[in-house]
């Protein structure tokens, strides 16, 4: 039974250009959270996905940020005209249900130059 | 709103215990453990649920107090692999992570 796979592990954007990160939860797993993770630093919540449907997006920048879910196919984190300060690790956990234990992917080391 | 962790670092021999400390400002419905090694995923520990439950996980435990909205994480006879990040986890209506403890052990 595969983990939770994430890809690309590391992605070297420009300033201004896109980023989009792929997550795919373990099998069976219908519920799909992203974190963002600053070097020495905590797990922040971004973002709470199910299928075709975003359930909490608070931890969420307004702007440029963005995620999906859909029906088929793996969750997809999207930052449009990347600055600096978006460098840094991006996570994503999945579980079987709201409440369960989570498992995360090995994540995404996004670097802005 | 993210739960409080304590102490922020521990250093401890092999063989030592520790107890880390997370308490959170909101009511919870459960508090997970999370283990991040650097440069790697967190790895999940354990969940707690609401009834004051105290699990257990090899020679790592935890206990909550839903009315004090605490949990407290217990590593005996510590082993050079329990070294990382532990994080607590305080599920209100969505999974905010605590602030931390890095544990270091030593031979």
Same mark, same amino acid.
């Given at each position: 039974?595969?983990?939770?796979?994430?890809?690309?592990?590391? %992605?070297?954007?420009?300033?201004?250009?896109?980023?989009?990160?792929?997550?795919?939860? +373990?099998?069976?797993?219908?519920?799909?959270?992203?974190?963002?993770?600053?070097?020495?630093?905590?797990? =922040?919540? +971004?973002?709470? /996905?199910?299928?075709?449907?975003? #359930?909490?997006?608070?931890? +969420?920048?307004?702007?440029?940020?963005?995620?999906?879910?859909?029906?088929?196919?793996?969750?997809?984190?999207?930052?449009?005209?990347?600055?600096? &300060?978006?460098?840094?690790?991006?996570?994503?956990?999945?579980?079987?249900?709201?409440?369960?234990?989570?498992?995360?992917?090995? &994540?995404?080391?996004?670097?802005?130059? | 709103?993210?739960?409080?962790q304590s102490p922020q670092a521990v250093i401890?021999?092999?063989?030592?215990?520790?107890?880390i400390?997370?308490?959170?400002?909101?009511?919870?419905?459960?508090?997970?453990?999370?283990?991040?090694?650097?440069?790697?995923?967190?790895?999940? %520990? +354990?969940?707690? /649920? =609401? &009834?004051?439950?105290?699990? !257990?996980?090899? @020679?790592?435990?935890?206990?909550?107090?839903?009315?004090? *909205?605490?949990?407290? /994480?217990? /590593?005996?006879?510590? *082993? %050079?692999?329990?070294?990382?990040t532990?994080?607590? !986890?305080?599920?209100?209506? @969505?999974? #905010?992570?605590?602030?931390g403890t890095r544990l270091q052990?030593?031979?």
């Amino acid at each position: 039974n595969a983990g939770v796979m994430q890809n690309p592990r590391h %992605l070297v954007r420009r300033r201004g250009q896109e980023a989009r990160l792929r997550c795919s939860p +373990m099998k069976g797993h219908s519920h799909v959270y992203w974190y963002r993770q600053l070097p020495e630093e905590g797990l =922040k919540f +971004m973002v709470y /996905l199910q299928k075709e449907n975003i #359930i909490d997006e608070s931890g +969420m920048p307004k702007e440029r940020f963005s995620a999906e879910f859909p029906k088929e196919g793996p969750s997809i984190l999207r930052i449009q005209q990347v600055v600096r &300060g978006d460098s840094a690790a991006y996570f994503c956990a999945s579980s079987p249900n709201r409440g369960y234990e989570q498992y995360f992917g090995p &994540g995404t080391r996004l670097t802005v130059t | 709103q993210q739960p409080v962790q304590s102490p922020q670092a521990v250093i401890l021999r092999e063989g030592e215990d520790a107890v880390i400390n997370c308490s959170s400002s909101k009511a919870l419905y459960s508090v997970h453990w999370y283990r991040q090694k650097h440069g790697e995923a967190p790895v999940f %520990l +354990m969940i707690l /649920l =609401k &009834g004051g439950e105290q699990k !257990g996980h090899d @020679k790592i435990s935890a206990s909550f107090n839903e009315k004090k *909205q605490q949990s407290s /994480l217990y /590593l005996t006879a510590s *082993q %050079l692999s329990y070294s990382g990040t532990y994080f607590c !986890g305080a599920d209100t209506d @969505k999974l #905010i992570f605590g602030t931390g403890t890095r544990l270091q052990v030593f031979p």
